[in-house]
């Protein structure tokens, strides 16, 4: 017992140590604290550098990742519409209506145009009942391949811009009640019903986009793959630049503010556009799709909002 004690005597400090060492074993702390805190600074400048010179040697290499990113970020939007479903179905049913009443005219006219194809490149091509008959039959099915073509590219569009008249109404439920569950804004009145103008300029702008990928798909050699690639950006263009405009609305964002708000988010509106209309080529996918679509559009306007203030904000400066 003696003995520990000895030995816990000399290991402790005691009382009788002089406020010199007392002093230096403090400095002595306090200069390894601070030298550990330097080598922190160092490592973080050293970093911080290094990014700082990354960025400059590769500058698009850092946009090509960031709109990389944005893409991805804008296809996500999609997915989180489909979480209403499981919160909301009654109302996810609600608005698949727009989408059936349209899925039904574009097959109907699209069985017409199948069984009576052959018929109308006849008549398109009534010049040549005189040519030889190898000459005619081959005109004439490639007039009737080019009709099926373009029907079916305009049935796509067909589709989008007729679910979209029909299913104002519908949408707008969908999207006022998203943006009463996410909270932080109560959604200005808006017009009930779509305007003839912005209808006329919607079917305008898809038969213009209808027109384009159709003559992408005619290019030589590679209109196979220049035709479904065009289609699918011009078709998500329209369906995110459609889809948004009613939660902007209702913020009071219209016309050129609408286009400096989402300037700064077009990758992701991109991003959001492209998968929706990758998941309408899904066989019956578009009809599940579009409410759920409906939803991702309105977060994506929230976020594109959200985006613009901060960015506003810093290019001001703190007041």
Same mark, same amino acid.
């Given at each position: 017992?003696?003995?520990?004690?000895?030995?816990?005597?000399?290991?402790?400090?005691?009382?009788?140590?002089?406020?010199?060492?007392?002093?230096? =074993?403090?400095?002595?702390?306090?200069?390894?604290?601070?030298?550990?805190?330097?080598?922190?600074?160092?490592?973080?400048?050293?970093?911080?550098?290094?990014?700082?010179?990354?960025?400059?040697?590769?500058?698009? +290499?850092?946009?090509?990742?960031?709109?990389?990113?944005?893409?991805?970020?804008?296809?996500?939007?999609?997915?989180? #519409?489909?979480?209403?479903?499981?919160?909301?179905?009654?109302?996810?049913?609600?608005?698949?209506?727009?989408?059936?009443?349209?899925?039904?005219?574009?097959?109907?006219?699209?069985?017409?145009? =199948?069984?009576?194809?052959?018929?109308?490149?006849?008549?398109?091509?009534?010049?040549?009942?005189?040519?030889?008959?190898?000459?005619?039959?081959?005109?004439?099915?490639?007039?009737?391949?080019?009709?099926?073509?373009?029907?079916?590219?305009?049935?796509?569009?067909?589709? /989008?811009?007729?679910?979209?008249?029909? =299913?104002?109404?519908?949408?707008?439920?969908?999207?006022?009640?998203?943006?009463?569950?996410?909270?932080?804004?109560?959604?200005?009145?808006?017009?009930?019903?779509?305007?003839? #103008?912005?209808?006329?300029?919607?079917?305008?702008?898809?038969?213009?986009?209808?027109?384009?990928?159709?003559?992408?798909?005619?290019?030589?050699?590679?209109?196979?793959?220049? #035709?479904?690639?065009?289609?699918?950006?011009?078709? =998500?263009?329209?369906?995110?630049?459609?889809?948004?405009?009613?939660?902007?609305?209702?913020?009071?964002?219209?016309?050129?503010?609408?286009?400096?708000?989402?300037?700064?988010?077009?990758?992701?509106?991109?991003?959001?556009?492209?998968?929706?209309?990758?998941?309408?080529?899904?066989?019956?996918?578009?009809?599940?799709?579009?409410?759920?679509?409906?939803? #991702?559009?309105?977060?994506? +306007?929230?976020?594109?909002?959200?985006?613009?203030?901060? /960015?506003?904000?810093? /290019?001001?400066?703190?007041?």
């Amino acid at each position: 017992m003696t003995d520990s004690m000895a030995t816990l005597s000399a290991s402790t400090p005691t009382a009788s140590l002089d406020s010199g060492s007392a002093a230096q =074993g403090f400095v002595t702390s306090a200069t390894v604290d601070e030298r550990v805190a330097v080598d922190w600074a160092a490592v973080r400048r050293t970093y911080a550098g290094r990014m700082a010179k990354r960025t400059r040697t590769h500058p698009r +290499a850092s946009r090509t990742t960031r709109i990389a990113r944005d893409l991805v970020a804008g296809a996500v939007f999609v997915l989180r #519409g489909f979480a209403t479903w499981r919160r909301r179905p009654g109302l996810m049913l609600f608005g698949m209506l727009p989408a059936v009443i349209a899925a039904a005219v574009i097959v109907a006219l699209l069985v017409t145009l =199948g069984l009576n194809a052959e018929q109308w490149a006849t008549a398109i091509t009534g010049f040549a009942d005189g040519w030889q008959k190898g000459w005619r039959d081959a005109l004439r099915t490639a007039v009737a391949i080019a009709l099926v073509a373009g029907v079916f590219i305009g049935a796509i569009y067909g589709f /989008t811009t007729l679910t979209l008249l029909i =299913g104002d109404p519908f949408y707008e439920r969908i999207w006022r009640r998203t943006e009463e569950d996410l909270g932080d804004f109560a959604p200005n009145p808006v017009r009930f019903w779509r305007s003839i #103008g912005d209808g006329l300029l919607l079917v305008l702008r898809a038969m213009a986009y209808g027109l384009l990928t159709f003559l992408a798909g005619l290019l030589p050699l590679i209109g196979t793959v220049t #035709g479904p690639v065009v289609g699918v950006l011009l078709g =998500g263009h329209l369906i995110q630049q459609e889809l948004t405009t009613r939660p902007l609305e209702a913020r009071g964002i219209d016309g050129t503010a609408r286009s400096g708000v989402m300037r700064g988010s077009r990758a992701r509106a991109l991003g959001f556009g492209i998968a929706t209309q990758l998941l309408y080529l899904v066989p019956g996918g578009a009809v599940f799709v579009m409410p759920a679509a409906v939803v #991702g559009a309105t977060l994506l +306007a929230r976020d594109a909002v959200a985006r613009a203030t901060d /960015t506003e904000r810093a /290019t001001k400066g703190p007041p």
